[in-house]
């Protein structure tokens, strides 16, 4: 009677380790696009990421660089102070968003230029994202009065 337990409870434990294997696989699965890593103008002239990696672009939109194309295209360099990497976006820019200001970038990395699928801009006259604020200090540009 006591092996009977003894295996029971050992299908059990091996039933709700597969659950929880098989629910960790499909959660992980189903994040997969949902993932965009954060990088650095210069870490993107650096370590080039792949054609087919959307990850996160952000830093300051480079002063003289804004150009507006025909219709809703829009071709800007957004800079940390080490190093600039052209973006094209086709849409509608947010009302904030000017040269030297901040900005984040989802999209890929394509032949040398930043296709942008959206552009986040600062909200008010103080904010910027975490990871630019961080990326412009590692270039020494940030002053914390900025702020």
């Known amino acids: 009677m006591k092996s009977l337990k003894k295996q029971r409870r050992i299908q059990i434990i091996a039933l709700a380790t597969a659950a929880l294997i098989g629910s960790t696989a499909l959660i992980g699965y189903a994040m997969r696009d949902g993932i965009n890593y954060f990088?650095?103008?210069?870490?993107?002239?650096?370590?080039?990421?792949?054609?087919?990696?959307?990850?996160?672009?952000?830093?300051?939109?480079?002063?003289?660089?804004?150009?507006?194309?025909?219709?809703?295209?829009?071709?800007?360099?957004?800079?940390?102070?080490?190093?600039?990497?052209?973006?094209?976006?086709?849409?509608?820019?947010?009302?904030?968003?000017?040269?030297?200001?901040?900005?984040?970038?989802?999209?890929?990395?394509?032949?040398?230029?930043?296709?942008?699928?959206?552009?986040l801009a600062k909200h008010d006259e103080t904010y910027m994202p975490k990871e630019v604020v961080d990326a412009l200090k590692e270039q020494g540009v940030y002053r914390e009065d900025e702020s």
């Open 39 to 119: 990088r650095s103008p210069s870490q993107v002239m650096e370590t080039p990421p792949e054609p087919t990696e959307t990850f996160r672009i952000g830093g300051l939109v480079e002063e003289g660089s804004l150009q507006r194309g025909q219709g809703e295209a829009v071709l800007f360099s957004v800079t940390d102070g080490g190093a600039s990497v052209p973006v094209t976006f086709t849409g509608v820019l947010p009302d904030l968003f000017e040269e030297n200001q901040g900005m984040v970038g989802t999209g890929r990395y394509i032949n040398g230029v930043f296709e942008a699928s959206e552009i």
